[in-house]
Each structure stands twice: as structure tokens, then as C-alpha cells.
């Protein structure tokens, strides 16, 4: 989101007086000047005191619920309790599968594939490209210069899967995960961003994505991306498959056998470099978990991690040294009290191991280390384990009960290798279902976690449900809610050992829930106007706003939601395409000055239970659903209208 200034001094005033960027938000309104009688003089000292946004009604209409809606405003008041009103809507930068311009000349297709030799993955006519567009970081480094630019800005924009068939076969993490690097041109005068130049990273020295999903950025300027539902180095569908695994291998390496399943389920950073170029590292010791979006916090050292996993947990790592993630400790929650929909819940962290990035990046790749090397994992219903399981382990993960028993010596690859297994072998809560974006609210000292669903492993009296594991809900909530943690220093783990950071999680209570209705006239199946399976979530310091985008199959249309802590009101800003998940959200307090909320979607019309005439349209506006949107979104300021006089 950027937001037009009202007029031009006034907006330099107030990013010198704030002492942080302001709203941007489009172009400057032509010809616009907003009470030009007031003075610098007269509104010197003056500070935002409450941003508030105005909800759009969710669309009704077919030619509305087959695009991107944004009919909200946002109201700004300031400390002398005057205002100015913007309206919100949506700025476009690029759609997947067109041809764009790159970065080093040329034309190149947005979202496309590329295997480890970065040549296009090709079907019978085209190349691959993606309609998933999802975790994205907006950057400004300085000296940026690329040439035709007059003032750049960086969008990272990762690609999490295709929703499309290859010749029949689903795609679902076949295909290597594309990051793309977008370089923007920034209007000084009025914030608008424009989309010039496009460059693809090369992930063949990290092995290749897998599965990229949410993201955030560090707070040094970094892209942390993802990689969700890591491959089951066991092939006992505690994981993705090894046949899927294969496929991948052949896609990006052209061997099949060439993929190892511990080389994905990591946190990946990419760098952006000032000529719009990018390098990218994998961090192998922020465990092996199904990694959404991660928040890291203030002391550029502690990093709180979601789970989007059945039987997922809550974990923790904390770096050796601040902007530095190749080495720390990982943690999981234990929760010491029962977490349901009226509680609050205390909570103890494990620490699971030490280690180097790059210890065990050689475990994997020079020593070949093998899942049986590490444990033994046997299922409950496979024939072949062992008579006597008093020695072993009895977990649960993916809603299947297994035996494990770790081999001598082997704690450190079990921690950042089989993290799933070994977490929850050491008691760690992992009684989640999808626990996915992460974010903190920096003056309040709370984070937020989303959970798409509340079901299954944790509802009381559910088949995959341990009491012993105190997550407890009375009933499924189908479309999820969101958990708000307090945070604190002088923490320590189980073990009685301090935990060295100010910023540690220790209870954590339910703040928004769904509603899971009847089926209404829309086909939504949860309430239109609460939130259903969120999944993307940032916080605005500057508007004291949590930003909500959902995943769920729930709403006929999904919707961006801005709620607003001081106040508790949930406000629909945004809906995307039926059938589209609300993905890439990203709040960006200052960007030079401005304030920005960027926000894609992803696959458009993919929901087969969408009335026929309502997914034509869909798919007519999307390049028959193959294609999706990135961009932000925008403000323009309203001028106020002037009382006539007798």
C-alpha cells in the first residue's frame, strides 16, 4: 500500500517530525492541495494518533467476485484530532506467464521454471511457469542503480507451486520453486511504484526450492523465504513422498535420484544485490519442519517459527551472532497448561540442539547420511516393527501414530534432519494443524501466529488427539483463528537453562476466530465477515494493524482483513478472485518515506464447487486460470468536500 500525500509539504513535514517514512499510497491526486492556509508552523509537532480503515462490503455481484476488489478507505486522525480520508484499491505490476522485461536484456516469462542449469522447463508448447505467487519482501538498498531506473526499489516475489496438470500429472512439488527479483521505480513526489525489470535467482547452488511459500523480510534487508512440507527421507507419509521427491530431481537436475530428501525443509535467504541481481544461501539449522513464513524479532537474533504441518509445533531458534543465521540453537514449545478458546496458557521451550549451517549441510551432502542412520522409525500399522517397542519412542505426526528410537550419538542430525520426529520424541507440543504465517507486534511485545485450521490433533477426543500435548479446543473450527503470544526475557527451557533473548514466547492465547456456517447463497461455508483460514499475517507498527490473508475454501472469495489492536476491529479491505488464495502480503512501515502493503494472489477460479458462470468469468479474466496477480496496494487522498454558504 502507498499513500498519496495530501500535498507535498505537508508530507515532508511529517516524515521529518514522525522521524519514519509515511503513508504512500498511487499517484498524487492532480491538482490537489489539502488546506493550503495550514502552516508548517501549525502543525509542527503534530504525530499520527490512529489510523482506522472503513470495510468494503465482500462481493455479491459476478463481475465483482471474479477479480480483485478494494472499495475500503482509511482514515487517518491526528494528535489535534484532524484527518484526511484515502481511498484503497489496487495496483497490478505484473500477471504470471506474460512475457517481461529482464533484467539483463530481453524478454523473459513471469513465474517460469528453470532447472539447475537455468534453462526453462518446457511441456509440449511452452514453458512452465506458475500461477502461485506468494511470499514477497520489498527493499531499498542504498546506491541501487540499474540502468533505466530512476529510483529503484526491489520486489522479491517467490512462486510456491503450479495448480496446473503437466500432461496429467499433478504438480504439486514437482516442479523446482522460482524467486524472482522485480525492480520498481519509485515516484519521489507521490510513492507510486512501477514495475520495469525482472530477474530470476539461480537456486541450483542451494540444491533448489522446494515448495516456497510465505515470507518475510529481515531486519537486515534480507528475503527469508520457505520451504513447507518437507520430503520423508522414511517414504512413511510423514511427509511429502519420495515418489514426488523423484519427480522433483528430474525436473531440475534431469536425474531423479539426484534430490536428496534432506536437502529441503530449510529456511532459504536471498541477498539482493544494488544492480538488481540477487545470490541466495540455505540455512540448514533452523530445523527441518514445514517452514511458512518467519517473524525475527528485534534483537536480530531470535527467530519464531510456524509449523504448516499436521501435528506441527511452535519453534524457536536463536542465533550465535545478530544478522547471522548460519548457526544457533533450535527450540520447541512445550506448553505446561492447557491452550484452548478461552485460555490463556503458560509455556516452556526444549532446546532440541546446537549447530552450524554448514555441519550439517556436509552430514547430508558429503557424508550422505541416511534417515536409518539417524533412527529407527517404524509406523504402528507396519508388519515389520518390532515385537518389543518398550524401548522405543510412540509419536504422533500427519495423524499417524509411529515408533521411534534414536541411534547412539546421533541427537544433532535427529535436531536439524528429522526435526518432526525428534521434537516430538522429546515432548514437544506438536499438537497444531497448520500453524502458518508468523509476525510481531514490536511496541506491545506480543506475536501472532496464524492457525488455517483448527481441527483434527487439536480438538479433544479426536483419533490423532494427546492429552498429554495440552492443546485442547472443545470442538473444530474448520475455519481456524489466530494466536497471540506474549513475549519476555529471562526465559528458560526445560532443562532449567536460561534462554539468552528478550523476546521468548511464554504464554499464548486465542485472539480472532472463524466461524464455520451453514452453506449461504455465495457457497461460503464460513461467516463472510470473520476471518476464515487465515494464513499470511504482518503487523504495522506505524498503523498499529495486523494484516490478515486467508487460504480457505471456506469463502467463496478470499479476503485481506486489517485489524486493529487498540481498537479490536476487524475490517475487510481486499477480495481477491473466487477460488484465489490472498497470498504475498507484506507491510512495509517505511520505504524512503512511505508506507506500503503489497499483496498477490493465487490460482484464480480453483475451487470446483464455484457456480459455473461465476468460474468462467474467473478464468476468462486470468488467462483461463493459469495466470495470477502481483502488486500492492494503493491510497489516494480524498479531498474534502466544501460547505456551501447562504
Request: with cysteine; glycine share 8%.
Amino acid at each position: 500500500m502507498t499513500m498519496t500525500s495530501p500535498s507535498a509539504s505537508r508530507r515532508d513535514v511529517l516524515k521529518w517530525l514522525i522521524g519514519l517514512p509515511f503513508l504512500p499510497l498511487g499517484a498524487m491526486t492532480s491538482g490537489c492541495a489539502h488546506n493550503p492556509a495550514l502552516t508548517t508552523a501549525q502543525i509542527s509537532g503534530m504525530r499520527l494518533k490512529q489510523a482506522t480503515f472503513s470495510a468494503m462490503q465482500a462481493p455479491v455481484h459476478i463481475a465483482e467476485m471474479a477479480k480483485t476488489q478494494v472499495n475500503s478507505r482509511l482514515k487517518i486522525t491526528w494528535e489535534d484530532n484532524s484527518s484526511d480520508d484515502y481511498q484503497l484499491g489496487y495496483h497490478e505490476f505484473l500477471r504470471t506467464g506474460t512475457l517481461v522485461e529482464h533484467l539483463d536484456g530481453g524478454k523473459i516469462v513471469a513465474g517460469g521454471y528453470f532447472d539447475a542449469n537455468g534453462k526453462p522447463i518446457l511441456d509440449n508448447t511452452r514453458q512452465y511457469f506458475s500461477d502461485c505467487p506468494d511470499g514477497s519482501s520489498l527493499i531499498a538498498l542504498e546506491n541501487a542503480q540499474v540502468p533505466g531506473v530512476k529510483h529503484p526499489v526491489f520486489f522479491v516475489v517467490q512462486f510456491e507451486y503450479t495448480s496446473k496438470s503437466l500432461n496429467g500429472e499433478d504438480p504439486y512439488g514437482i516442479l523446482p520453486s522460482p524467486i524472482a527479483i522485480l525492480t520498481l521505480d519509485q515516484d519521489p513526489q507521490t510513492g507510486k511504484l512501477e514495475f520495469k525489470k525482472y530477474f530470476n535467482v539461480d537456486t541450483a547452488p542451494v540444491h533448489g526450492l522446494w515448495i516456497t511459500c510465505g515470507a518475510s523480510l529481515s531486519p537486515w534487508n534480507t528475503h527469508l523465504s520457505s520451504e513447507e512440507y518437507e520430503p520423508d527421507a522414511f517414504d512413511q507419509g510423514l511427509g511429502q513422498s519420495l515418489k514426488t521427491l523423484l519427480g522433483f530431481g528430474q525436473k531440475f537436475f534431469a536425474d531423479a535420484h539426484k534430490a536428496k530428501a534432506y536437502n529441503y525443509g530449510h529456511l532459504p535467504e536471498v541477498v539482493v544485490h544494488p544492480d538488481g541481481h540477487a545470490s541466495i544461501q540455505k540455512h540448514f539449522c533452523l530445523g527441518r519442519i514445514s517452514h511458512e513464513l518467519v517473524q525475527v524479532m528485534p534483537d536480530q537474533r531470535t527467530v519464531l517459527m510456524g509449523d504448516d504441518y499436521t501435528n506441527g509445533g511452535l519453534f524457536m531458534f536463536i542465533a550465535d551472532r545478530e544478522r547471522d543465521l548460519s548457526a544457533g540453537t533450535l527450540y520447541v514449545a512445550k506448553y505446561t497448561q492447557v491452550l484452548n478458546e478461552h485460555s490463556t496458557a503458560r509455556l516452556r521451550w526444549i532446546e532440541l540442539g546446537h549447530a552450524r549451517s554448514r555441519d550439517i549441510e556436509t552430514l547430508v551432502n558429503q557424508d550422505n547420511i541416511q534417515p536409518w542412520d539417524i533412527m529407527e522409525s517404524y509406523l504402528d500399522t507396519d508388519p515389520g516393527k518390532p515385537a518389543d517397542l518398550t524401548s522405543y519412542t510412540p509419536i504422533v505426526l500427519n495423524k499417524k501414530k509411529a515408533w521411534v528410537k534414536l541411534k547412539s550419538g546421533q541427537e544433532k542430525a535427529a535436531a536439524f534432519l528429522e526435526t518432526h520426529r525428534y521434537a516430538a520424541m522429546r515432548g514437544g507440543s506438536l499438537g497444531f494443524t497448520k500453524m502458518e504465517g508468523t509476525t510481531v507486534n514490536i511496541r506491545d511485545k506480543v506475536a501472532y501466529s496464524a492457525l488455517a485450521n483448527i481441527q483434527d490433533c487439536m480438538v479433544q477426543g479426536d483419533p490423532c488427539w494427546q492429552k498429554e500435548l495440552n492443546i485442547s479446543f472443545s470442538r473444530p473450527i474448520k475455519a481456524g483463528g489466530i494466536l497471540a503470544h506474549d513475549l519476555a526475557g529471562g526465559q528458560r527451557t526445560t532443562d532449567n537453562q536460561p534462554i539468552h533473548s528478550e523476546w521468548v514466547p511464554y504464554q499464548s492465547k486465542v485472539l480472532l476466530l472463524g466461524e464455520d456456517i451453514g452453506k449461504d447463497k455465495l457457497g461460503n461455508t464460513a461467516h463472510p465477515d470473520k476471518i476464515a483460514s487465515p494464513d499470511n499475517l504482518k503487523f504495522s507498527e506505524t498503523l498499529r494493524t495486523l494484516f490478515i490473508g486467508e487460504d480457505s475454501g471456506q469463502h467463496t472469495n478470499n479476503f485481506l482483513w486489517a485489524y486493529q489492536v487498540d481498537t479490536g476491529s476487524l475490517t475487510r479491505i481486499l477480495s481477491t478472485p473466487a477460488g484465489a488464495e490472498s497470498t504475498g502480503l507484506h507491510a512495509v512501515d517505511s520505504i524512503h518515506g512511505w508506507t506500503y502493503i503489497m499483496s498477490n494472489f493465487q490460482h484464480p477460479g480453483d475451487n470446483d464447487k464455484l457456480p459455473a458462470e461465476l468460474k468462467a468469468q474467473v478464468l476468462a479474466n486470468y488467462n483461463q486460470g493459469y495466470s495470477a496477480s502481483v502488486g500492492y496496494l494503493t491510497a489516494d487522498w480524498i479531498m474534502p468536500s466544501v460547505e456551501k454558504k447562504n
